[in-house]
């Protein structure tokens, strides 16, 4: 089975930066895509960005700018820079990975289980 693992989280002050990483592992024939998510207290999920396996990014307006995604294919790994971090963007972000497996041919939805990024002012 596929398993995504974030790390990377943590508390941080306004302008700072932090690097999360998501690394999948387990019975991968290919990864179409990854991504991240993000959950505010009190808000609904919503994306963040996303990388194909072409090398297509698409970002949220609300990090454009100040975020960039990137992968490692041959690590099945994506990396999320993060930089100028304002309170707004606190919240638990969650890996989001289309995977081809055995089971599934064409690929399936995994999730992390979150990493949690606290900015403060």
């Known amino acids: 089975q596929v398993q995504l693992v974030e790390s990377g989280g943590g508390s941080v002050q306004a302008g700072g930066s932090l690097r999360l990483s998501c690394a999948a592992s387990?019975?991968?024939?290919?990864?179409?895509?990854m991504g991240w998510y993000r959950q505010a207290p009190g808000k609904q999920r919503e994306l963040v960005a996303v990388?194909?396996?072409?090398?297509?990014?698409n970002y949220a307006d609300s990090v454009k700018g100040r975020f960039t995604i990137s992968r490692d294919g041959a690590k099945n790994t994506v990396y999320l820079q993060m930089n100028t971090l304002n309170p707004e963007d606190t919240a638990v972000y969650y890996c989001?990975?289309?995977?081809?497996?055995?089971?599934?041919?064409?690929?399936?939805?995994?999730w992390g289980k979150g990493t949690l990024v606290t900015v403060s002012s």
């Open positions: 387990g019975s991968i024939f290919s990864i179409h895509a």
């Open positions: 989001n990975a289309y995977i081809a497996t055995p089971d599934y041919y064409y690929g399936m939805d995994y």
């Open positions: 990388i194909t396996a072409g090398g297509t990014t």
